[in-house]
């Protein structure tokens, strides 16, 4: 599997601003489709965002116009950036990686983004 480490999370206020990072410790075939979830206990984790080798990018209704998935494929890594942020984006963001849409996906080991009102 895909080694994912990410980072970049944080405290911020209400509409702040973070940049999340991942680097991944193979390129492709296995990062093909790179992306980002979110968790908050008791629920269970949610798309946030992905973003293909090739560009194209896919984004949850709740994020579209406020977040902004990227890639440096030279560097294996996938970023997300964070604008206009609210209390309810709090949650811990996991980065994945997978050869295709049906493919099991590697994880990384998350990291705590807070949002305080």
């Known amino acids: 599997q895909v080694q994912l480490v990410e980072s970049g999370g944080g405290l911020v206020q209400v509409g702040g601003s973070l940049r999340l990072s991942c680097v991944a410790s193979?390129?492709?075939?296995?990062?093909?489709?790179m992306g980002w979830y979110r968790q908050v206990p008791g629920r269970q984790r949610e798309f946030v965002a992905t973003?293909?080798?090739?560009?194209?990018?896919n984004y949850a209704d709740s994020v579209k116009g406020r977040f902004t998935i990227s890639r440096d494929n030279a560097k294996n890594t996938v970023y997300l950036q964070m604008n206009s942020l609210k209390p309810e984006d709090t949650a811990v963001y996991y980065c994945?990686?997978?050869?295709?849409?049906?493919?099991?996906?590697?994880w990384g080991q998350g990291t705590q983004v807070t949002v305080s009102s």
């Open positions: 994945n990686a997978k050869r295709h849409p049906f493919a099991v996906a590697s």
């Open positions: 193979e390129s492709a075939p296995e990062t093909a489709m």
């Open positions: 973003a293909t080798r090739g560009g194209t990018t």
